[in-house]
């Protein structure tokens, strides 16, 4: 069965403590105010809202033979996203990320695990006709991909196949690595500090400006502001609706812009004109911050 959709899942279990105060070393015991343990990982995150959206998706990752890539595994299945092409890498420990949150505020540390093991020979030309679509996230993580995106990429749209692109945080600080894959992505979602980091730019209006000459549709996330677009000579500055803001109560926003990222592309591959998708991004985003993690409060629609 042809899928909806189909990525290179940074699968990770999510260790999440939300507390008051910041940790402070030199062996000082502060206490927290809650925390989690849950599927994580970027398109993670986004695999599982699209599912529960009611999108067709499945994951190419690895994980280890743990409790951890079993509870990745278990949640990801509940959702309903195809798991045909996870791989289980016995002796191997699943990739792990710890956020801490402090008044809406976060700091993580990742442990790549089994991430370092997705080598290019995932790309196979059976995969070309598996999806519609392709999302790519956490770009900068899958460091060994990097090289070989733009002919794989160039394969994709020989076939008609749409590509998205949220490249996530770079922790080594180089942006250019991105730049050869702009032109050929149909859909750019990038965060604020990451559309100036990648543009150069000094503000998001001459980011998006620039960064929409290199793709046809660029989305910015800016958190409580909303998001701004940019399509041809088109910008559209979307703003939270009042209804999404009724009664929010910001628990954590660990993978708000990996929902939003799933509820834009979600509407977009419907057909939907450009206010949709950003409604129903917003939407997604806005809700994951009421409970901590990035999979707990996602959207749950009866739309096939």
Not at 80 to 85: K, R
Not at 94 to 99: A, D, E, F, Q, R
Not at 191 to 216: D, M, R, V, W, Y
Not at 220 to 246: C, Q, S, T, Y
Request: hydrophobic share 45%; with cysteine; aromatic share 8%.
């Amino acid at each position: 069965m042809k899928l909806d959709l189909i990525a290179i899942a940074d699968l990770c279990i999510d260790i999440l403590i939300d507390a008051q105060v910041k940790p402070a070393y030199g062996q000082v015991e502060q206490l927290a105010d809650q925390y989690a343990i849950d599927l994580g990982g970027s398109v993670g995150i986004f695999a599982s809202q699209i599912a529960k959206l009611g999108g067709s998706i499945g994951v190419i990752s690895k994980i280890g033979d743990d409790p951890q890539g079993r509870i990745i595994l278990e949640s990801l299945e509940k959702a309903g996203v195809d798991l045909s092409l996870v791989e289980i890498i016995p002796d191997e420990q699943t990739p792990m990320g710890l956020n801490l949150s402090c008044k809406g505020d976060r700091a993580m540390l990742t442990y790549l695990g089994t991430l370092k093991l997705i080598e290019p020979s995932v790309f196979t030309p059976l995969l070309v006709d598996r999806a519609s679509h392709w999302h790519i996230g956490s770009y900068f993580l899958l460091n060994n991909l990097i090289p070989y995106w733009p002919g794989w990429i160039k394969t994709l749209k020989e076939a008609g196949v749409t590509v998205s692109l949220d490249t996530n945080w770079d922790p080594d600080g180089d942006w250019t690595r991105v730049q050869e894959i702009l032109p050929l992505i149909d859909v750019f979602l990038p965060n604020e500090a990451e559309a100036l980091a990648i543009s150069g730019k000094a503000n998001l209006l001459e980011a998006g400006q620039f960064l929409s000459t290199q793709c046809p549709l660029v989305v910015i996330k800016r958190g409580g502001e909303g998001a701004l677009l940019f399509a041809e000579n088109e910008v559209i500055d979307f703003k939270i609706p009042a209804d999404l803001l009724v009664n929010l109560n910001i628990v954590d926003t660990t993978g708000a812009g990996d929902n939003f990222d799933a509820g834009f592309i979600f509407e977009w591959l419907a057909g939907q004109d450009y206010n949709t998708c950003l409604y129903r991004g917003v939407q997604c985003g806005t809700e994951s911050l009421k409970a901590l993690g990035g999979v707990k409060s996602q959207i749950l629609l009866n739309r096939i």
